[in-house]
């Protein structure tokens, strides 16, 4: 079966520091990875590095069968594969309806329409609610993403990235910043995602990752330390060493 | 004849809103755009071309041209970068366009320009009244087609990319032809005021291209209220009235009471006179 994504040796240097080194990863379709890492681990990186952000220095990437490594990152998302942000990275002065209808009209090319009124897109703006209602949004739309509560703003950052029908999602720390009992409810909303869809999630707290993932990937120092299902990651003496402080890391 | 200037600044002043208003392309150099329609349509007269329309179209796809050339440009950069080299494209072409003296007419500017009558019936006149319908009337239809743009899913792009530009990629959006696209449309425009200009006023001096003009269009925005659509007519509007009269008043030091009012309008109202206007009826909203 092919992978959603994979990549072959990647690597990245700023200057003297390495900050990814020999990563070959493959996600298979519709499979929840997690991937977890102390701190300075590389695992933004690697996010960045997978979707345009920063170009390699060694390594490729692919999309399915198909090598992204020095697609742009708009065409990555057009091709599939899309992220969301650490830090809520949204559009203040757009109304949560008005940032994900100007998601689902990139995807659907008619961003660049200037002769008809927006409106007139009713289509485009139906399904942009739809991604709302899904994530439990739908009452929010018309409110300025500005104004929205911190929940809800990390529930946009999923809705702006769902809204260009991905087929491989990588979240960074969706639950950063969001009081412990409401980050659970937002877990639930990812684990209810399409099936189809290929999810790999950054996330600090343990007690979500060992009940959202199906699968862990452990990083330290910029490189890949192990991968397995939950309950072979968490008997791992490496692991207990790095989140002890046993392990050296970057 | 004051009333037809206000009108093709205001047009001016509307092509820059375009980019900085909605896009968030701050631009120094905006005059570049207005000068090079201004020339082209003076010099298609000159040439013995003196039908206004097509002049005027000719001219507003001739700096379109220079836009689309340099949007590419303008397109990889934001913030001080991006002033400094639309400030640097303004004062290349003004300076180019004092060099090209047997073009241009240089420092003392393209004269000999005569402009045949609006539809074949309706002469220039004395008294500017052709001219005032001439620009009211491309102002107007202008202004429905860039109001058109700015309720499309390009003016939503736009906006988007004036809300936060780096996560427009991650949207799949290519914010760099969106900019190209409004920048090269703000250049159409921006020659087509400076072609009215030149075609009403029948002269060209070489200060269509000058930095201060660019200022000016800045200044004008920010009194109206840019990314508002009549911000920049509101501005071009209260600028135009207020030149007029300090001039009066004061011929030589005019300009002190322009800064005070911008200095005032800025404090008091920070998004210009509509957004306070819009501030205040909000309020007056929540109250009742």
Not at chain 2, 187 to 210: H, K, M, N, P, R
Not at chain 2, 255 to 275: D, E, K, Q, R, S
Request: one cysteine or more; aromatic letters at 8%; glycine letters at 12%.
């Amino acid at each position: 079966m092919t992978a959603a994504l994979s990549t072959r040796g990647l690597g990245k240097s700023f200057g003297s520091l390495v900050v990814a080194e020999g990563i070959d990863l493959t996600l298979p379709r519709g499979e929840r990875y997690a991937l977890i890492g102390p701190n300075g681990a590389g695992k933004t990186t690697l996010i960045n590095l997978m979707t345009g952000v920063f170009p390699p220095d060694r390594g490729r990437i692919f999309l399915g069968d198909d090598e992204i490594t020095t697609l742009a990152p708009e065409t990555r998302v057009k091709r599939g594969l899309v992220r969301t942000f650490q830090i809520n990275t949204l559009f203040p002065h757009l109304t949560a309806l008005e940032a994900v209808t100007l998601a689902v009209c990139e995807r659907r090319g008619v961003a660049n329409v200037f002769w008809r009124r927006l409106p007139t897109f009713r289509d485009a703006i139906d399904e942009a609610q739809q991604v709302l209602v899904s994530l439990r949004l739908g009452d929010s739309g018309r409110r300025l993403t500005r104004e929205l509560a911190y929940g809800q703003q990390r529930l946009l950052e999923i809705a702006l990235a769902l809204a260009t029908r991905p087929s491989v999602l990588l979240l960074d720390e969706p639950a950063a910043g969001v009081p412990r009992e409401e980050s659970a409810e937002l877990f639930d909303v990812i684990d209810g995602l399409s099936e189809d869809l290929t999810v790999l999630f950054i996330e600090h707290d343990m007690s979500l990752v060992f009940r959202f993932a199906r699968r862990i990937i452990v990083m330290v120092g910029g490189q890949i330390l192990m991968e397995g299902p939950p309950e072979e990651v968490a008997a791992d003496p490496r692991v207990r060493d790095v989140y002890l402080g046993g392990a050296r890391h970057a | 004849m004051l009333a037809s200037q206000i009108a093709i600044t205001a047009l001016f002043a509307l092509s820059l809103d375009l980019i900085l208003g909605y896009a968030g392309i701050v631009s120094l150099g905006h005059a570049a755009f207005f000068g090079f329609g201004a020339y082209t349509a003076g010099i298609l007269s000159k040439s013995g071309w003196g039908e206004p329309l097509t002049g005027l179209v000719l001219a507003a796809a001739a700096a379109g041209a220079v836009g689309y050339a340099t949007s590419f440009v303008i397109a990889r950069f934001r913030h001080l970068a991006l002033i400094m080299i639309t400030l640097g494209l303004g004062v290349l072409l003004h300076e180019a366009a004092n060099q090209a003296h047997w073009l241009t007419g240089g420092a003392d500017g393209l004269q000999g320009v005569r402009m045949w009558p609006l539809f074949g019936r309706l002469p220039f006149d004395l008294y500017g009244y052709t001219a005032y319908g001439y620009s009211l009337g491309v102002l107007f239809l202008l202004f429905l087609a860039v109001r058109r743009l700015t309720q499309s899913p390009l003016g939503l792009a736009l906006r988007g990319i004036r809300e936060n530009a780096t996560r427009m990629p991650a949207i799949g959006a290519p914010s760099r032809a969106h900019i190209r696209k409004a920048y090269t449309m703000a250049a159409v425009i921006a020659g087509a005021a400076g072609a009215l200009l030149a075609q009403t006023t029948e002269t060209v001096a070489l200060d269509v291209l000058s930095f201060q003009r660019s200022a000016e269009l800045l200044v004008m925005l920010v009194l109206g209220g840019a990314g508002r659509l009549y911000g920049g007519l509101i501005g071009a509007l209260v600028f135009m009235v207020a030149r007029d009269r300090f001039s009066g008043i004061n011929p030589q030091y005019w300009y002190f009471w322009i800064g005070a009012l911008l200095v005032t309008v800025v404090l008091l109202l920070p998004n210009g006179l509509l957004g306070g206007l819009g501030r205040l009826l909000a309020r007056r909203e929540r109250a009742a």
